[in-house]
């Protein structure tokens, strides 16, 4: 073990041994901007944002029987310029080798439409390296450092980042497990527990039939496929409003929301699976004001919320089921608790790979995930809340976590300058992009009826 060396924590390794062939541990964030960046600038301020996070510029190694460590590395992160007509076509990704290159790539899209330019800068992750928010942190770096390549800003606008914040990510890992707080929140440990036991007791249905053995053995070039609608400001605004009016937080609301598309997908194309339960997987931001985190990493646990939509509730009663359970899981840090058990887990050899390489089982139905408002703080907020730099402003960001093994699709909300965006990644070996377009479309159906009612 070299000096420098980190060992993997344990929802790390959990990440990284999760990662398969035809399944990458992926995560995407898409920003769209008006007219042609400079793809030579961009690359270097993409080399220097990476600089910054040293997770982001190593490589995982094996050492022993199973021991994983972050080691520095000299192979800099892929930055890939991709020149197209077409109005959405996203290039192929290829998967990220932890083992072999860092845990992020830029694909840097030209799309050279008949009445425009469009750049969009695709951000791709491997879940490894950091979570979403983790990712929102380095591409706020990125910008500011385009913004000083390109004259807009000046270097002094970017303060260093603390060294000292990646050792104590493994703190602030630690006072998550069960271990050290039983004694003290015996409480919270029995829900918490109980929670956890239950997610991995009841296994809920896919979204469509999947026979494994027919899926491909190399990722297809369809890879990632993603469709996404945005609600413009006062759509936003409504929807918010219609929250605040039953009580309850956006995030309940799109969930409930999701539950029913999901169902109604379900009934519609495989009414076999009407008894099954439905479940979202919801990652939760374990971050504190008091983190004091500067480094991009992880700091994400996991919720799950199973529901079996037999129609025996009101969409209104759906939503405050889902409101309390909720607020049941944050008063009793369930999504901590996900991560205590990974940490658990380590404590009896091979245990961790065996769950996570178990075959034939559907862990969730979906994963949702909503990275919350973006950019608030950018130095380059314009009146209308939109970032430019120079002549290009940023038109529309969307964010995707990744679709696992036996898990079809996967939503993704992110709310910029007051729109919000609902994207969705789906598994082109098991549904076609018609269906994938039906299923969001049903969503944002369902978003959108209450709040003009």
């Known amino acids: ?88 076509r996203l290039p192929h990704v290829a998967r990220i080798v932890l083992s072999e290159e860092p845990g992020v790539r830029l694909h840097f899209i030209v799309r050279q439409l008949p009445d425009r330019v469009v750049t969009e800068l695709m951000f791709q992750e491997h879940h490894a390296a950091c979570d979403g928010i983790g990712l929102l942190q380095l591409i706020d770096d990125f910008l500011r450092f385009y913004a000083v390549e390109t004259g807009v800003a000046d270097a002094s606008v970017l303060p260093p980042p603390d060294p000292a914040t990646l050792r104590r990510r493994a703190v602030r890992c630690r006072q998550r497990s069960w271990i050290g707080s039983f004694l003290g ?16 007791i009841v296994t809920p249905t896919s979204l469509v039939p999947m026979d494994m053995e027919r899926f491909h053995k190399t990722l297809p070039e369809s890879f990632p496929a993603i469709l996404s609608f945005t609600l413009d400001v006062d759509e936003t605004k409504k929807l918010q409003a219609a929250a605040k009016s039953e009580g309850v937080t956006l995030n309940d609301w799109l969930i409930r929301d999701t539950f029913l598309a999901l169902g109604r997908f379900r009934d519609k194309h495989f009414p076999k699976h009407a008894e099954r339960n439905i479940r979202l997987t919801v990652p939760v931001n374990l971050r504190t004001d008091s983190s004091g985190q500067h480094h991009v990493a992880n700091n994400v646990g996991m919720l799950f ?95 995707v976590p990744p679709i696992r093994a036996w898990t079809a699709v996967a939503f993704g909300v992110a709310t910029y300058a007051g729109s919000m965006t609902v994207a969705l990644h789906y598994d082109t070996q098991t549904m076609s992009p018609e269906q994938g377009g039906e299923l969001l479309e049903m969503l944002r159906r369902q978003i959108l009826q209450r709040p003009q009612d």
């Open 305 to 399: 919320v199973d529901r079996k939509l037999r129609g025996t509730e009101t969409p209104e009663q759906l939503l405050h089921g889902i409101q309390r359970e909720m607020k049941s899981n944050k008063k009793f840090d369930v999504g901590g608790k996900f991560v205590g058990t990974i940490r658990l887990s380590k404590l009896v050899p091979g245990l961790l790979p065996a769950a996570v390489h178990r075959k034939r089982r559907v862990w969730t139905t979906c994963i949702f995930s909503n990275v919350g408002k973006l950019f608030a703080d950018s130095p380059f907020r314009q009146s209308d809340g939109r970032i430019k730099l120079g002549d290009s402003t940023l038109l529309q960001v969307d964010a």
């Open 1 to 88: 073990m070299k000096p420098d060396d980190l060992p993997l924590l344990p929802f790390e390794e959990y990440m990284y041994l999760d990662d398969r062939e035809t399944y990458p541990m992926a995560c995407f964030i898409r920003l769209r901007f008006s007219g042609k960046l400079d793809a030579a600038l961009a690359e270097k301020a993409f080399e220097q944002a990476t600089s910054r996070h040293p997770l982001l510029r190593s490589v995982v190694v094996k050492r022993g029987r199973e021991r994983y460590y972050w080691t520095k590395t000299d192979v800099k992160p892929r930055f890939h310029v991709f020149e197209t007509e077409e109005t959405e």
């Open 185 to 200: 929140f015996i409480p919270s440990w029995i829900v918490g527990i109980g929670a956890v036991v239950r997610s991995y």
